[in-house]
Nanobody, 126 residues
Framework: QLQLVESGGGLVQPGGSLRLSCAASGFTLDAFRIGWFRQVPGKEREGVGCMIPSGARMNYADSVAGRFTISRDDAKNAVYLQMNSLKPEDTAVYYC???????????????????WGQGTQVTVSS
């Protein structure tokens, strides 16, 4: 059974940092593209960043570029989202997602992914 489990969310002050983790089970991440998404109630889901299967390239939304970084630890079969210089508008439920693909590409559209975690809440507030 393929499963993704996020962790690491919480309350942080503006300007602070958090690292979200996404642990995979039932499959190995190096054959899958990975996406990080976030959603605020009443708003559409937003793609934050993604990583191609090889891990050699990442894409980021303009809203987080330069502040967020995706990384992967193949030994732990986990992906991470390092979030720095957090702003109140980063407050959302964050999700990781995966899709098996031979392509050297990733996307910020949720429809491109078919495995999703349960989400973890990130709140940026003073």
């Amino acid at each position: 059974q393929l499963q993704l489990v996020e962790s690491g969310g919480g309350l942080v002050q503006p300007g602070g940092s958090l690292r979200l983790s996404c642990a995979a089970s039932g499959f190995t991440l190096d054959a899958f593209r990975i996406g990080w998404f976030r959603q605020v109630p009443g708003k559409e889901r937003e793609g934050v960043g993604c990583m191609i299967p090889s891990g050699a390239r990442m894409n980021y939304a303009d809203s987080v570029a330069g502040r967020f970084t995706i990384s992967r630890d193949d030994a732990k079969n986990a992906v991470y989202l390092q979030m720095n210089s957090l702003k109140p508008e980063d407050t959302a439920v964050y999700y990781c997602a995966a899709n098996r693909s031979p392509l050297r590409a990733c996307f910020l559209q949720g429809a491109k992914y078919n495995y999703w975690g349960q989400g973890t809440q990130v709140t940026v507030s003073s």
